[in-house]
């Protein structure tokens, strides 16, 4: 009972926030949004027992990564007013088509009770992989946590490798001076080089 | 309990350490271009050591999985990272000039071909779902980057942009496959899957299908795949010459090397239904792609149309399962290393960092630059599986197996299909030998400069395609023989 007054009052703070991400015309706003649907999800993460990741959700998420967003948003200037107005015209009538045979589609499934996708074994056998059980299997460190670290070993390491590449990438992108007459790329600007991350 | 085998995964780790090398000797010492051709190379010296001793491993019955299961070590594997490993030197010899250009940005260039080979790798020896994604990005986000690169051409931007978008959508189907598959079947590892579904009888397998579906559709954007095709042609057309024939070699066959390891390994007990699915893709890359290169009237978006037909070729063989692994191996192999010929080719006529080229410009080629004709000739005529060249053997393995596993409708379209491409392919070749060039403008008959790398990627391609063409038996059956 606890659990299902905590799944309600978080889910709507979560979507909540989500929508303000969409609408909110101050990109601050939006911000705030974000960090509230972020922690609204660090709730979800206490109540399946993930206390670590919900921890790391608020510290990362909620914390650094929504002060990144907002020290940006600061940094380009808040008062620049957005384009609203759509400039393609089937956009939102195909958006909403699309959402009403969605809802159309889940009614019938629901009213014909055909929505049982959900994995059998065998005959008779109970419903694997619950959400509660997906979630303590992928992302607890509970129980055998030395065990799970080597075996997700590989790809945490490659994913700091990804991590370079992007970094690579966005420098080699952004370092980029349009060439004036016949000189070398990125020779004009003199001896220094800008900036440049060491 | 560590399993950690680092020669499972020493190729890639050498080309990374090449890589930060690349960018470390950049930050202090601003050493000329020459330098990071040293680096670059010893990098490729010591993960080809890596393979080889790789190689050794498994012909003294070594191998298996490390890091926790998520790498394995088997002969496709090896195999995959030795072709690998050769489109990156002839990729890198071929954007030599493109990367010596850039500048001061020239590190950041050449470490993300090299970090591009190593995810490219990792994707052909990763048999757990995240890693192959995780792999897959590392070569993917490398690749947006290297196709807008040059920055000072708006068709390279538009290259990069688009790239970067059906990408990101691609590898967001794959992610959703992979979630897909994990909630069915509760295990992201191929082996793990594999014996899950062998082991229980699955009564409705709905959810684990889509993931199946979406997992090939997602590597289908990759390999340029129909109808997954469309970002190909203007990338190839707007990305640096240079390195375009890496690009779209390296991400062809880390696409296959994946694919090979998710459906011949994790969804072994599906095969009737994947079958059917690649052999629909397969009917469907092979036609658009020979129609649609017939109407193209820049060379590569010509190219990029036919590595759509070669992705259906390749599908078309994959239907038969496990024993097509051979058959593909040398397919891949050979088809990459003509790509980064043919390539070759392109950029000495367009420029290292130029976009676009016309079949005008090809005009009298033959007597501009002969090497330079006869290559491209040689691998046109190649590619359209004329015997006594490589494509030629790979083309009848692919329908060989196809055969065998029962899909003669398929091989028919295909071979209806390599007719047809007849046309396009020969036209390049007559246009370069019996039109003259352009009357205006300059000299018709001005020789073409042909940078001396580029001469060596151009005359390698062209001894591969004859004498494995001619002789392919030391690479047709190397996974069988370890």
């Not at chain 2, 190729?11 to 051709?37: C, I, N, Q, S, T």
């Not at chain 2, 690749?143 to 790239?163: C, F, N, T």
Request: hydrophobic share 60%.
């Amino acid at each position: 009972m606890v659990e299902l007054i905590i799944f309600v009052l978080m889910g709507a703070v979560a979507l909540g926030g989500a929508v303000a991400v969409v609408k909110a015309r101050n990109p601050v706003y939006g911000a705030m949004g974000l960090m509230a649907a972020l922690f609204a999800l660090a709730v979800f993460y206490v109540v399946h027992l993930a206390h670590f990741v919900a921890a790391v959700q608020v510290i990362v998420y909620a914390g650094a990564v929504i002060t990144l967003f907002l020290f940006v948003i600061m940094f380009v200037g808040v008062d620049r007013a957005e384009r609203l107005t759509e400039k393609l015209a089937v956009q939102r009538p195909a958006a909403l088509a699309v959402l009403a045979g969605v809802l159309a589609l889940a009614g019938v499934l629901v009213i014909t009770g055909q929505f049982d996708w959900v994995i059998t074994v065998g005959e008779g056998a109970e419903v694997r992989g619950t959400v509660e059980e997906i979630g303590a299997n992928l992302i607890s460190v509970e129980e055998g946590g030395v065990q799970r670290a080597s075996r997700w070993l590989l790809p945490f390491e490659a994913t700091s490798l990804l991590l370079i590449v992007a970094a690579v990438g966005a420098v080699s992108l952004a370092f980029y001076r349009p060439r004036r007459k016949e000189e070398p790329d990125d020779e004009t600007a003199g001896a220094d080089r800008p900036g440049r991350p060491s | 309990m560590i399993d950690v085998s680092y020669l499972s995964a020493a190729p890639e780790m050498m080309l990374v350490l090449g890589a930060v090398a690349v960018l470390m000797v950049d930050v202090f010492a601003k050493p000329p271009p020459r330098v990071h051709g040293w680096i670059t190379a010893a990098a490729y010296l010591a993960a080809g050591a890596s393979i080889v001793l790789q190689w050794q491993r498994l012909g003294a019955g070594g191998g298996g999985l490390s890091f926790g299961g998520a790498l394995v070590l088997d002969p496709w594997a090896a195999a995959v990272r030795a072709v690998l490993l050769v489109v990156a030197v002839l990729g890198t010899l071929c954007a030599w000039e493109m990367l010596a250009g850039l500048g001061r940005r020239m590190a950041e260039g050449v470490s993300l071909v090299l970090v591009a080979t190593a995810g490219f790798m990792l994707m052909g020896a990763s048999v757990d779902l995240v890693m192959v994604f995780i792999a897959l990005e590392i070569g993917s986000i490398a690749l947006y980057v290297l196709a807008g690169i040059v920055r000072s051409s708006p068709a390279g931007d538009e290259a990069a942009m688009k790239y970067f978008l059906l990408g990101a959508f691609a590898s967001a189907i794959f992610i959703y496959g992979g979630a897909l598959a994990y909630a069915g079947t509760g295990a992201t590892n191929l082996f793990d899957i594999e014996r899950f579904l062998n082991d229980y009888l699955v009564a409705r397998p709905a959810v684990i299908l889509i993931g199946m579906a979406l997992l090939v559709v997602g590597m289908g954007f990759k390999v340029t795949a129909a109808p997954f095709h469309s970002w190909a042609p203007d990338v190839y057309q707007g990305a640096p010459a240079g390195v375009v024939g890496f690009m779209a070699a390296a991400a062809k066959v880390g696409g296959f090397a994946a694919l090979v390891h998710i459906l011949f390994i994790g969804f072994a007990r599906y095969q009737g239904a994947w079958s059917d699915g690649l052999a629909v893709i397969a009917a469907l890359s092979v036609v658009l792609g020979t129609l649609l290169a017939i109407g193209q009237s820049d060379v590569r978006r010509m190219l990029a149309y036919s590595g759509v037909a070669h992705a259906g070729f390749l599908l078309t063989g994959m239907t038969a399962g496990a024993p097509a692994a051979d058959g593909l191996l040398f397919y891949l192999a050979t088809y990459s290393v003509m790509l980064v010929g043919a390539f070759a080719a392109v950029t000495a006529v367009s420029g290292p960092a130029g976009a676009g080229s016309s079949f005008d410009e090809y005009r009298g080629l033959g007597r501009r630059s002969p090497v330079a004709a006869a290559v491209l000739a040689l691998t046109m005529i190649a590619m359209s599986g004329m015997p006594l060249t490589t494509g030629f053997i790979g083309k009848f393995q692919m329908f060989a197996s196809a055969w065998d596993g029962g899909y003669e409708w398929l091989v028919i379209v295909g071979l209806a299909a390599s007719v047809a491409a007849f046309f396009f392919y020969l036209r390049l070749v007559v246009l370069m030998y019996f039109r003259p060039g352009e009357e205006n403008g300059r000299d018709p008959d001005a020789p073409l400069p042909l940078p001396v790398t580029i001469r060596w990627v151009l005359l390698f391609s062209a001894a591969v395609t004859l004498v494995f063409g001619i002789y392919p038996g030391p690479l047709l059956g190397l996974l069988t023989r370890v």
